[in-house]
């Protein structure tokens, strides 16, 4: 009993010796420190090992959150030196051909920024770059994700959140574009000014209420930097967090492949694999932001002069997201109404109705495509564009209109360039905006089929070798190769779902049921979109059996 007590004892002392010769280090006692009141360890545990698969397509997203990253940052150190007042002083600085010319103090403060300061002109341009990158990101990241059908559930309200960011995007976009007063970002409040005067009965209340008084007024440019650097980057800055939240409690959707379904995801950790790649990413991104923004000139306010109301502009454009507001003013006929002394500028109303029509259809379409469906079920694996062609072109289709009107809302820039009529081009555009749609949709949904029939062709015949092969009996037959394992999953994983139907009006005692309108819309659009015409049949069990029992390859 000594002995023991004693051995007990000494490797008690022993381990209290060894514990005091290596007492933890601060970065330990800081985690164990945290650990006890916010239980990260069990976070940490449950999240850093979470499996991403990879994919480039699914850098785009990084590429959006990267950019409002680096807007973030530089608009940081713009804001230091920018001051957004309106009123009026007489210049006196380093750019001697603007030397005492009138301007307000945003625009005096901005020359300021862009001679004066060190680095000022290369952080502006970098800053104005990566807002072009985040919203051109924002815009292909989402069509990514329209065109694979990840949007489904659960992810319809992160879709949501995607598109919301979009719209303040856009509206961020608007409001930083006319803070530095230049005649080019003048033009453009001066039509945002037009949309909203046509608005029946509330449009000059609400012109008013943003101007403070007649247009341009001398508040706009004070009201419009909070909203620019405090109140649309905050909400945006929570609804980037919410998103990436949702995408860790979901698992990451994959595309098809051997080994992925609904319950598993194949790919690398985020600690450290993925971190590390992120990482890398990122100050790539920075680095390419940094040089388009160290030699291609952007917003070169100089060039246009301070913003007069009595002035224009010659090819006056907004940045390329706007373009498709602006051109579906400038192809729309002027048409107006006068009726009992006020006048409804149709010219304007109905592009400026149309433009939030077509956010809106955007943003419920996970909702309408669910309906249709009427899918319940939880999907984690991405379609193939071409297995949806309906979708596909619908995509494309929303496409065509986008650039069709970005040609219109150039057409100045178009016309001078191309020397083209500027009649020419806008009745060109006019027709194409419901023209091409239509041929849009019909070719890509033509392709999407043709793409399928070359599919069930290489599963049923396997993939051309090229090699010509002369049988005994003098006939010559192409060599083909059957597909893996792997290829004939990812050629043969969709589901080919039959739509939803009514079913017989009439019940086996011939007593009529009633069947609403939206039943019958709802079977309308299952059967357009999911019907005999959207797909090809996957080649069945059997068909494939025959034709590769024998020597046919």
């Known amino acids: 009993m000594d002995d023991a007590a004693r051995t007990v004892n000494g490797s008690v002392r022993a381990g209290s010796s060894a514990e005091r010769a290596n007492p933890p280090g601060k970065g330990e006692k800081l985690a164990d420190w945290a650990d006890g009141r916010l239980g990260i360890y069990g976070l940490a545990k449950a999240n850093m090992r979470k499996v991403f698969p990879d994919h480039w397509s699914f850098m785009l997203g990084e590429v959006c959150l990267y950019s409002f990253l680096i807007l973030i940052l530089t608009g940081i150190y713009l804001t230091l030196f920018f001051e957004p007042s309106g009123a009026e002083v007489v210049y006196h600085g380093s750019y001697e051909p603007m030397n005492g010319i009138v301007m307000t103090k945003a625009y005096e403060s901005t020359l300021h920024i862009s001679f004066d300061v060190r680095g000022g002109l290369l952080i502006r341009q970098i800053h104005h770059w990566a807002a072009l990158v985040f919203v051109a990101g924002m815009l292909v990241h989402m069509m990514r994700v329209f065109f694979t059908g990840a949007f489904r559930k659960p992810r319809e309200i992160n879709w949501l959140f995607g598109w919301t960011l979009l719209f303040l995007a856009i509206l961020t976009g608007l409001t930083g574009y006319s803070l530095p007063d230049d005649l080019l970002s003048g033009t453009g409040v001066r039509f945002a000014d037009g949309a909203i005067l046509s608005i029946p009965i509330v449009g000059s209340y609400i ?91 952007i917003n070169p306010v100089w060039a246009f002069g301070p913003y007069r109301p009595d002035l224009v502009t010659t090819g006056a454009q907004p940045d390329w997201y706007l373009g498709f507001s602006e051109g579906l003013i400038r192809v729309m006929p002027g048409w107006e109404i006068n009726a009992w002394g006020h006048t409804l500028e149709l010219g304007v109303l109905i592009p400026f109705s149309v433009f939030p029509l077509f956010l809106v259809a955007i943003g419920v379409y996970p909702f309408i495509e669910a309906w249709i469906t009427g899918d319940r079920r939880e999907h984690h694996i991405l379609d193939r564009p071409r297995n949806t062609p309906v979708r596909t072109g619908l995509g494309v289709a929303w496409l065509s209109v986008y650039f069709v009107l970005l040609i219109g809302g150039g057409n100045d820039i178009v016309a001078t360039h191309l020397h083209l009529s500027i009649n020419s081009i806008t009745w060109f555009v006019r027709i194409s905006v419901f023209v091409v749609p239509v041929l849009a949709f019909v070719t890509t949904k033509r392709i999407c089929l043709g793409l399928q029939r070359r599919d069930r062709d290489k599963v049923l015949h396997g993939r051309e070798t090229g090699l010509i092969k002369l049988l005994p009996h003098g006939e010559y037959i192409e060599v083909h190769e059957p597909l893996s394992q792997g290829s ?30 939206v039943q019958r819309m709802r079977a309308s659009l299952a059967k357009g979109m999911y019907g005999p015409d959207t797909h090809v049949p996957k080649p069945t069990r059997e068909e494939y059996k025959e034709l590769t029992s024998g020597d046919h390859h």
């Open 207 to 297: 012109s008013f209420f943003l101007f403070g008084g007649e247009f341009p007024g001398h508040d706009i440019i004070s009201r419009f930097f909070p909203i620019h650097v405090l109140l649309l980057p905050g909400i945006m800055l929570g609804l980037v967090v919410a998103h990436l939240i949702l995408v860790f409690y979901h698992k990451h959707t994959q595309y098809p492949g051997p080994g992925r379904d609904q319950k598993s995801v194949v790919g690398m950790p985020f600690l450290p694999v993925y971190m590390a790649k992120a990482g890398g990413f990122f100050f790539l991104t920075f680095g390419i932001l940094a040089i388009i923004g160290a030699i291609a000139t």
């Open 488 to 517: 004939l999953f990812v050629l043969t994983q969709h589901e080919q779902n039959p739509p939803y139907e009514i079913g017989p009006e009439e019940d086996a005692n011939g007593v009529r049921r009633k069947v609403t309108l």
